[in-house]
């Protein structure tokens, strides 16, 4: 990725996947191949995967499908 472009998509709003009667809709890319840096520099950025697509929901005023990071070195019930 470094030194490339990336070309981002924004897609149509749809029904939220999350909250009912919310629309959402994302901003992504797709790619085959990422290095780990990027992959984890994409993930602390909010952005997520699905096969070999990367997107990132961009919901106005809406955080409810927010990710969090949990270190399951030290999680514990």
């Known amino acids: ?9 924004q897609t149509d709003n749809g029904p ?20 780990a840096d990027g992959y984890t520099s994409l993930l602390n950025q909010g952005f ?9 929901p961009v919901c106005s005023g809406c955080q409810a499908c927010i990710p969090i990071r949990i270190d399951v070195q030290k999680f514990s019930q």
Request: glycine share 6%; charged share 15%; proline share 5%.
């Open 1 to 9: 990725m470094s030194g490339s472009q990336i070309k981002l998509y």
């Open 16 to 35: 939220c996947p999350y909250r009912d009667n919310y629309t959402w809709h994302n901003i992504s890319f797709q790619t085959s191949e990422i290095p």
């Open 48 to 56: 997520r995967r699905s096969g070999l697509s990367i997107y990132h």
